[in-house]
């Protein structure tokens, strides 16, 4: 397969679709060393969902009233079982040859139809016997689904069962093979992703334009900022400058530390601008997601912070009670790009009653109306960006990132910034996905950034000769 295709100029706006069509899977499966991939789920109570279970009984109903007529029609049975012996082969590895030779002796389609012919088929047998080989096949994780098959006695819901334990043995297998083949997936994704661009490029020479601008903006971004370092978790060391902080820094500019800036800077991205880097145009979707995310848990953190100087650490000290904070914040939140006012005021209700009802049942003194009504008050105003809580925890979880980036995301976790520790396992995630997405990207498109920072940084500045990998 290619991308890009035709003769003439190819549009920046066009790199997205002709990257996606062959490299999106092996792109997520590179990013992600713990990918996996699941059985699509419909919901019962969507109409897909609905027509796929009308159908599975119907077949299921046909195949009853084919083994109960006199005498039986197997010809349903014949096919499943024709099934199960293709899915069984194909769970098999190459080296199991005692087990591949079982299966065909067992469920030899000559011999099963010529049962059958005989009304001889023993259907409940037959599924029995699949059963002790889905037993030597599966993962443990099944072992215990295998063994609730066992006690069924009906033929049609015992194969009825086969093959949705069947089902997620085969997605077992698919996951398995992709954890093994991950480390050549991930560099089969990097070196045609690389080339892939290489091709746009040497068409259109000019392809890299945002991503200088990019970086140049970065490289800017550090020289007006006081210097920060990693180990530091002081609210006042920003991922970014502030205006009233900006200040000429003597210190040296690093390579890594100006791509660092530059993919921090892309969580702060606004919409309008076009001018997106050319070399994260496929990212662009999860870096957008990623923001929502931290801007979420910014709200989040600071609903926590607030709550917990209204209620104390009797409240705050049980790890039940801020659980359902969070969950109830995470869950009114889900409308507030929509509805931002209706959002945070649904918010600052539930959680001061929730406080209130607490503080109550565990025979404390209850908010006051004065201390509901402030504590309301202050939950609605952390909506606002202006809002000091907001800004503070906001900076923090930049800080963090930024830290993840540099030290990892282990190695972060363990000085969070003042106001985080109670969403320390969100954080986790939230990092390990910018890490991913980042290092990702930057083992792809190294080389590209290596060429440009070195004609933004002097050979006098610079800290090392190439980008390495954060």
Known sequence: ATRGGGGGVLSVTGLTETVNEVSKLSNKIGMNCDYYMEEKVLPPSSLEGKVKETVHNAFWDHLKEQLSATPPDFSCALELLKEIKEIL????????????????????????KQEAEHGALKVLYLSKHVLNMMALLCAPVRDEAVQKLENITDPVWLLRGIFQVLGLMKMDMVNYTIQSLQPHLQEHSIQYERAKFQELLNKQPSLLNHTTKWLTQAAADLTMSPPTSPDTSDSSSLAGPSPNEATNNSEPLSPTMVLCQGFLNLLLWDPENEEFPETLLMDRTRLQELKSQLHQLTIMASVLLVASSFSGSVLFGSPQFVDKLKRITKSLLEDFHSRPEEAI?????????????SLKNMGLVALSSDNTASLM????????????????????IRLFLKCCLVLGVQRSLLDLPGGLTLI??????????FVNLTHHNQQVFGPYYTEILETLISPAQALETKVESV
């Open 345 to 357: 005021l649904t918010v600052s209700e539930q959680v001061s009653q929730e406080i209130h009802q």
């Open 424 to 433: 320390e396992a969100e954080l986790a995630e939230l990092g390990q996905k």
């Open 89 to 112: 082969l194909s769970l098999l590895l190459p080296r199991q040859n005692r087990l591949r030779t079982e299966i065909e002796e067992a469920l030899d389609t000559d011999l099963l």
């Open 377 to 396: 008050g202050q939950l609605q105003n952390i909506a606002k960006k202006e809002n000091c809580v907001h800004s503070v925890i906001d900076q923090r």
